[in-house]
């Protein structure tokens, strides 16, 4: 591999050349069979990084210290993984599910307690309890779409989960209609 460097914000980076690797490590990356947009692959290019390695490296000018998350190796298998997955797989005494979601309940994300969520559903619901108490000091309010205030449950219209006012929805459907009335007609 060829070193060659590129200088980003007073910072010298290695650049590295097309079929290698892009977290830096050196590897020769394989030819894509099947494009993939969210992968940035073409058919018939080579990969931008070895399986496992997206991103991840002290050479990508985007690597953010693993945004916040202190990355440990593995003890059983040859890779490097987040500190509070292994805690969480140590508490459980056995792999996470593939769908468990780490929650940290002191919002760092360095120490403190976590809990583990079946899901990023759930995981969405603990912070949606976490921000309504923290604003209104109910974890069981809901917020309106419309009004963007917090309010009981029981003074709202509520369905999957979500609530609104029945009298911002009203205003707000009366306004849209007049909108497409004014569209059509002007």
Not at 59 to 71: L, M, Q, T, V
Not at 78 to 92: D, N, Q, S, T
Not at 170 to 178: D, F, G, I, P, V
């Amino acid at each position: 591999m060829a070193d060659h460097q590129v200088i980003i914000n007073s910072q010298v980076y290695k650049l590295i050349p097309l079929g290698f690797c892009a977290c830096g490590c050196g590897g020769k990356t394989t030819i894509a069979k099947r494009g993939e947009k969210r992968k940035k692959m073409t058919p018939g290019r080579p990969m931008r990084y070895l399986s496992g390695h997206n991103q991840r490296g002290e050479n990508n000018y985007r690597w953010k210290n693993g945004a916040g998350y202190k990355h440990i190796k593995h003890p059983t298998m040859p890779i490097v993984v987040r500190e509070h997955r292994l805690l969480a797989e140590k508490a459980l005494g056995k792999p996470l599910p593939i769908d468990a979601v780490i929650h940290h309940v002191n919002g760092s994300k360095r120490g403190g307690s976590l809990v583990i969520c079946q899901n990023t559903g759930y995981h969405r619901y603990l912070h949606q309890r976490e921000r309504a108490l923290k604003i209104c000091g109910h974890a069981t309010w809901l917020r309106c779409p419309y009004c963007k205030k917090y309010d009981d449950p029981t003074n709202m219209y509520v369905r999957n989960g979500h609530g609104r006012h029945k009298s911002c929805h009203t205003k707000y459907e009366t306004l849209r209609c007049h909108k497409r009335k004014n569209q059509i007609t002007g």
